[in-house]
């Protein structure tokens, strides 16, 4: 031990044991042993029930309380937590999970993943993690690049798009109240001018909760009506814009949660900006914002680069493991103002090293680097492509072999399918909403139970509806074809 508060020189060779802790051979034998597990739990993920096996009340059991005063083997406890949890597992890597928008783990992606805890890196500043700063450096320009958006876009890499809209939504913040004279940083909101933010009627609701956390708050928002779709309507977005007072914020959908629908971004960015220049324009693109990656799709996207910030996720349909959400903010004085400390406010750019905290939420956070770039590596350019016309063929699959079934399961598809997303519908004979939605509930109750697949319920436009979200890398189409036959048998056995 020195007194010398100088940190070490990088490679210093400080006078090491012949071993540490870490170099014990059961160490080694553990991972080996985990790596296994990991590995055939993963091979029977196909076959096994899609559903968890367990109650609530079973899992307490299992992972067992009050903390033991002893220490407990490494081995023995890993195989505790796999005894205790796999009943309780839901198979969502697998390629029969559709709910909510849930892709799973490409292999190079998952296998970067238990790189990064093994080199348990802290990626807030560039000295506390070289290689994970330099490799989010690689991966957003390689992100930019595919999304067609401007190549001196700031970004940072968050748990998922609820904190990328966060981060998306404090530069904007910044901004539309630097251009009213106000900085919200240093003298908060108390007298600032109110901002009035325009929203999808159908927006998710993790932007309203953005807005809450930022102060601006989510009771203050205005709702453009959407068509039969989902989408925008540009009328009413134009009298929405017509109204706002103040400090303006918009936000576009790049995929409807519900119908995967795109709004029309090409029309309405222009209207916004012919009318309200000083408006801070962003998009939630959490699982639409890929269809900017595929020639054959990009068109649900034109005009997308003209907007001022976008949120999106790697753990939705680009099957990297969780966490990995990605914030894209084109005016960097802005994202950068908004989310550094005091003291790094204003920061040179270009070759230089970059500290990951002035780009998001955290200081200290995991390395998420690593598996994007393992996924994008995996898929290269042209596998993005593939995989995203891949997801949205394999729901439109999904969506023909359920309207093919009509005569025996009573099914209808209520959107049109542009994207990944399918949503059904079962009617009774009656024809009452209330009874269709009914047999709804029964029907992804019973889809849910067989465990051939895994849909979840949701509401749209006042109706109850099944939802089926294709976005996992493995899903075949005889996946697609055995999911509907599950669908199929639950919609008879509910008359
Ligand atoms: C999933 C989703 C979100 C939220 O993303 P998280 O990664 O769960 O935080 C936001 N918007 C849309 C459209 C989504 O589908």
């Known amino acids: 031990m020195s007194n010398d508060p100088r940190p070490n020189p990088p490679h210093a060779q400080t006078p090491a044991e012949p071993s540490s802790a870490h170099a014990d051979p059961a160490t080694a034998d553990l991972l080996r042993q985990t790596a296994e597990t990991a590995a055939s739990w993963l091979a029977g993920v196909g076959e096994r029930p899609v559903r968890e096996s367990a109650t609530r009340a079973q899992l307490l059991a299992g992972f067992g309380a009050p903390l033991a005063d002893q220490p407990t083997a490494a081995d023995e406890v890993v195989a505790q937590l796999v005894a205790a949890a796999e009943p309780g597992l839901i198979g969502m890597p697998g390629p029969r999970y559709f709910g909510f928008v849930i892709g799973g783990s ?17 990626a807030g500043i560039y000295a506390a993690g070289p ?7 690689v991966v957003g320009a390689w992100l930019l690049d595919l999304f067609g958006l401007p190549e001196d876009t700031g970004f940072g890499f968050t748990t998922g798009c609820q904190m990328a809209h966060f981060t998306c939504l ?13 900085n919200v940083e240093e003298d908060g909101l108390a007298d600032a001018p109110r901002i009035t933010v325009i929203v999808s009627a159908e927006v998710h609701a993790t932007l309203p909760t953005a807005l809450q956390y930022l102060g601006i708050g989510r009771g203050r928002l205005v709702k453009v009506e959407t068509d039969r779709q989902g989408r925008i309507e540009l009328q009413s977005l134009a009298e929405c814009l017509e109204k706002a007072e103040g400090p303006l914020i918009v936000a ?9 629908a795109f709004d029309p971004i090409a029309d309405a960015i222009p209207m916004i900006r012919r009318r309200r220049p000083n408006a801070w324009i962003h998009v939630d693109g959490a699982f639409g914002l890929w269809a900017a990656a595929s020639p054959r799709l990009r068109h649900l996207v034109a005009g997308l680069g003209l907007a001022d910030s976008w949120a999106t996720d790697g753990h939705k349909a680009l099957n990297v493991p969780y966490d990995s959400g990605i914030a894209f903010v ?3 004085d802005a994202h950068t103002a908004a989310l550094s400390p005091q003291a790094a406010a204003y920061i040179a750019y270009g070759d230089v090293e970059r500290d990951e905290f002035r780009w998001v939420p955290e200081y200290s956070r995991r390395a998420r680097g690593f598996a994007a770039w393992a996924a994008l590596r995996q898929l290269g350019r042209n596998g993005v492509a593939e995989m995203m016309d891949r997801q949205v063929a394999l729901a439109q699959r999904l969506a023909a072999g359920v309207r093919a079934a009509w005569g025996v399961a009573r099914a209808q598809v209520l959107n049109d399918v542009v994207f990944n997303q399918v949503l059904l519908r079962f009617p009774t004979a009656s024809g009452s909403d209330a009874d269709g939605d009914e047999r709804t509930r029964a029907v992804v109750r019973a889809v849910q139970a067989d465990g051939t697949a895994w849909m979840s319920g949701s509401q749209w436009h006042g109706l109850t509806v099944m939802r089926a979200s294709v976005s996992n890398w493995s899903t075949t189409e005889a996946d697609i074809d055995r999911t509907v036959e599950a669908i199929v048998r639950a919609a008879r056995s509910v008359a």
């Open 106 to 122: 490409l292999p190079a992606a998952l296998a970067a993943d238990w790189l990064t805890a093994t080199w348990d890196q802290n």
């Open 131 to 137: 290689a994970a700063s330099v490799v989010e450096e």
């Open 170 to 182: 404090a530069a904007a913040r910044h901004e539309v109240l630097r251009r009213a004279g106000h």
């Open 252 to 260: 576009l959908q790049a995929g409807n949660v519900n119908t995967g």
């Open 330 to 332: 084109r005016n960097r």
